[in-house]
């Protein structure tokens, strides 16, 4: 059974950090693309950091490039977000889920119920 849970959200003040972990079950991440994806309120689910851990290539949009590292511990089947100097418009639940980094965000799966980030400003 392929599971995914994202954990290690909170509340943070604008600037502070966050490292958020998603634990892989019944795949190996090791042979997949991992994709982090939040949801602000009100808004449609986004895609923000993904990683091919074949050869380690990673991808991540304009907004978050520079602040949050996507990692990989292949030995604990762990995916990580690292988020640095956040910011109130990172406000949203974090998912991570299965697919193809340069596929569509419809064909990633399974989601999990994710892990609330709140920045205060």
């Known amino acids: 059974d392929v599971q995914l849970q994202a954990s290690g959200g909170g509340l943070v003040q604008a600037g502070g950090s966050l490292r958020l972990s998603c634990a892989a079950s019944?795949?190996?991440?090791?042979?997949?693309?991992i994709g982090w994806f939040r949801q602000a309120p009100g808004k449609e689910r986004e895609g923000i950091s993904c990683?091919?851990?074949?050869?380690?290539?990673?991808y991540q949009p304009t907004s978050v490039k520079g602040r949050f590292t996507i990692s990989s511990d292949h030995a604990k089947n762990t995916v990580y977000l690292q988020m640095n100097s956040l910011k109130a418009e990172d406000t949203g639940v974090y998912y991570c889920?299965?697919?193809?980094?340069?596929?569509?965000?419809?064909?990633?799966?399974?989601w999990g119920q994710g892990t609330q980030v709140t920045v205060s400003s």
């Open positions: 019944g795949f190996t991440v090791a042979d997949s693309d």
């Open positions: 990683i091919n851990n074949r050869d380690g290539t990673t």
């Open positions: 889920s299965r697919g193809l980094c340069h596929g569509r965000a419809a064909d990633f799966g399974p």
